[in-house]
C-alpha cells in the first residue's frame, strides 16, 4: 500500500492479528536506506512478527527514497517527517488505541527521536542502537517504557559505550543483550522477535480499544 505523509507517499505494509482486535499499532523503522535498508529487512520483519504475536498491530514502510516511497533521502532530517505522518495515519486508522514504535540501527535514531516527544506513543523498542555513528543522548531524557536489544559483537554498539549510556537512562528503560549476536543479530533473529513479543505484550497487556 501507499500511504500519504506530508509531501510525500511512503510504501508500507500492515499486519494486523487475526484473532482480535489489536490492542495497539506499532511502527516499524528500518536501517539506513543508504545500506540496502528496507521495510523487508529481516530484523525489523522479525521485530514486526513480535509484535502482532503481542496483539498489536505492525505497520512496516520504506522512507522516502526508498522503494516505491517517493522523495529522496535527507540523512534522518525529512525522515522523521515520515515518521510522524504514519504515525499520525496509524491514530486515524485506530482511533483512541495507543502507539509503539520501534527502529532498528538508523531507524532506532530516527524513530526513537519522533516516539520521545509524542505523547501518543506509549512504548519504545530499539534495536541495534549505533551509537559510535549517531547521538542518542536524546535517551536520557525519556520516561516512557522503553527496550533496548543489542548484540554482544555488535560492530556499531560495543558494550562500553552502550554502558555508559545505560546508565544515565531512566528507569522505565532496559537493555539486554543477546549473547554472540552482531549487528545484524546473525542467528539470533529469534531471540529478538521474542523479546519484542514479550516486551509489548506486557506492556499493553489488558489493553481494551
Known amino acids: ?12 505494509a500492515l499486519w494486523e492479528p487475526t484473532d482480535r482486535f489489536p490492542r495497539a499499532a506499532a511502527l516499524l523503522c528500518h536501517p539506513h536506506p543508504l545500506y540496502s535498508g528496507t521495510m523487508n529487512n529481516r530484523v525489523i520483519y522479525r521485530a514486526a512478527k513480535g509484535a502482532v504475536e503481542a496483539g498489536l498491530s505492525a505497520l512496516r514502510f520504506n522512507f522516502r527514497g526508498v522503494g516505491a516511497s517517493t522523495g ?28 509503539a514504535l520501534a527502529g532498528f540501527s538508523f531507524g532506532s535514531w530516527v524513530g526513537l527521536q519522533v516516539a520521545c516527544h509524542d505523547p501518543r506513543i506509549q512504548a519504545l523498542v530499539g534495536l541495534g542502537l549505533p551509537v559510535t555513528t549517531y547521538d542518542f543522548e536524546f535517551l536520557i531524557d525519556n520516561d516512557k517504557p522503553s527496550l533496548f536489544i ?9 558494550r562500553e559505550a ?48
Open 150 to 158: 543489542i548484540g554482544t559483537r555488535d560492530e556499531f554498539c560495543p
Open 72 to 99: 529522496t533521502y535527507d540523512k534522518g532530517v525529512a525522515e522523521r517527517k515520515d515518521v510522524a505522518g504514519l504515525l499520525d495515519w496509524l491514530q486515524q486508522l485506530y482511533p483512541g488505541l495507543p502507539l
Open 1 to 12: 500500500m501507499m500511504i500519504a505523509a506530508g509531501e510525500v507517499e511512503l510504501e508500507a
Open 162 to 209: 552502550m554502558d555508559l549510556l545505560a546508565r544515565r537512562l531512566p528507569p522505565a528503560s532496559s537493555v539486554r543483550w543477546v549473547e554472540g549476536a552482531d549487528h545484524l543479530f546473525t542467528r539470533r533473529i529469534d531471540q529478538v522477535q521474542s523479546l519484542v513479543r514479550d516486551f509489548l505484550r506486557l506492556r499493553f497487556e489488558g489493553q481494551r480499544p
